[in-house]
C-alpha cells in the first residue's frame, strides 16, 4: 500500500510541475519589485528527495514542514540545521500545516493519487501532532484534500483542495463539514488578524488570489487575477502584518506581494516550484519578520525582500 501511495503521489505531482514549469509570458513577470527586495533568496535548509508541502514556525523559532512523498513531518531547530524527521502521518502524503489555541500542531494528510478526482472522496484528514513529545493523533477525517489549512482563534479549523472546489471547515468539537464552502482550485489557506476572512490561492481554474468571509463563505471577494494562465501556478500564500497577501508563484518562480486589488510587486525570483510561504516566530531561530519559501525541490529557502519586522508565521492569538 505504502508504494502504491508514493507512486500516486509522483503521478500528482508530474502533473502538478508539468503545468506550473512551463515557460510564462511576460504578464507573470512585468510587475516592479517590491520597495527594499532585490537580495537574492538565501538557502536555509532543505530535506533531499522530499516535495514539501506544508510550512510553519512555532513559538521557540522552529521550523517544520511536510513531505508530499514520504508523509513525513520535518524539523529544523535554525537555519542550516538538518531537517530531522518527527512524524509521518496515517495514511496518504502529508500537506498543510496550522497551530490550535493550544499549541498542537495540525498535519494535513491524504494527499496522494486520490486529490486527482476533486472533491468526489472525502479520504483526507488531520492528525494532531504534539511537537514536544512528538506523539501523534489521527484525528479527524472526511476532508476532500487539506493542501492548504489554518486555524481561528476560536479553534475553527479551515482546510483547502487545489484539486478540487470544496472548503472543509472542522469545528473545535471534531464535526466536519467537509462542504463549509467552494471555490474551484483554492490552495492555501490563510486568516486575517480578525478571522474575518480566509486568504486563498486560486492554482489551476481562474488563477489569482481571494478571500473570503468566514462569517458568509458566499461571499467571495477576488484581489488579484491572471488572466486564466494557469502556468503561474499561484500557490501557498501567507499574509504580512498588514494583512496583505505574500503568494508564491511556482510556475514564474516568483514571491510576490499584493500591494492593492489587481496589483502586486516583486519579492524574489528564480524559484520554481515554490509551494508555501511562512513568516517566521519568536525572537530566536527561524524568527519573526523573516520570510521563508518551501518548495517541491525539496529546498527552504529565506526571501530577506520579504523582512516585515512584526509579522509572524499563522497562529491563533
Known amino acids: 500500500m505504502r508504494t502504491l501511495s508514493r507512486f500516486g503521489v509522483t503521478a500528482v505531482l508530474v502533473l502538478v510541475w508539468a503545468l506550473c514549469t512551463t515557460v510564462v509570458p511576460a504578464t507573470a513577470s512585468g510587475a516592479p ?5 532585490g537580495a537574492p533568496p538565501r538557502l536555509v535548509g532543505s530535506v533531499p528527495s522530499a516535495a514539501l508541502e506544508g510550512l510553519t514556525v512555532d513559538a521557540r523559532g522552529r521550523l ?5 512523498f514520504s508523509g513525513r513531518v520535518f524539523r529544523l531547530n535554525t537555519p542550516g540545521a538538518p531537517a530531522v524527521p518527527i512524524a509521518r502521518v496515517p495514511d496518504g502524503g502529508a500537506g498543510a500545516l496550522a ?5 498542537t500542531l495540525l498535519v494535513g494528510y491524504g494527499s496522494d493519487a486520490r486529490v486527482v478526482v476533486g472533491d468526489a472522496l472525502r479520504h483526507a484528514g ?6 514536544n513529545r512528538l506523539t501523534l493523533l489521527p484525528g479527524v477525517h472526511g476532508l476532500s484534500a487539506a493542501n492548504g489549512m489554518d486555524t481561528a482563534d476560536n479553534g475553527i479549523v479551515y482546510a483547502t483542495n487545489d484539486f478540487g472546489s470544496l472548503i472543509g471547515r472542522v469545528l473545535p468539537d471534531g464535526t466536519v463539514q467537509a462542504n463549509w464552502g467552494s471555490l474551484p482550485s483554492a490552495n492555501g489557506a490563510v486568516l486575517d488578524k480578525g478571522d474575518r476572512f480566509l486568504y486563498v490561492s486560486r492554482t489551476f481554474v481562474n488563477p489569482g488570489v481571494s478571500r473570503i468571509s468566514t462569517a458568509n463563505p458566499r461571499f467571495i471577494q477576488s484581489l488579484l487575477d491572471l488572466g486564466g494562465n494557469i502556468t503561474i ?5 501567507t499574509l504580512d ?5 505574500v503568494v508564491p508563484f511556482n510556475g514564474s518562480g516568483q514571491i510576490v506581494r499584493i500591494t492593492a486589488p489587481g496589483r502586486y510587486c516583486v519579492l524574489a525570483s528564480g524559484l520554481p516550484t515554490s509551494s508555501v510561504l511562512s513568516y517566521g516566530r519568536g525572537d530566536r531561530g527561524f524568527s519573526t519578520g523573516h520570510l521563508y519559501r518551501a518548495g ?11 523582512f516585515d519586522r512584526t509579522a509572524t508565521a499563522a497562529f491563533p492569538r
Open 33 to 37: 519589485m517590491c520597495p527594499g527586495a
Open 64 to 68: 517544520y514542514t511536510t513531505d508530499l
Open 99 to 103: 497551530w490550535t489555541p493550544d499549541g
Open 126 to 131: 488531520i492528525a494532531a501532532l504534539d511537537v
Open 233 to 237: 501556478g499561484p500557490d501557498g500564500l
Open 241 to 245: 502584518s498588514q494583512d496583505r497577501p
Open 296 to 306: 517541491f525541490d525539496g529546498k527552504i529557502y529565506e526571501i530577506p525582500g520579504g
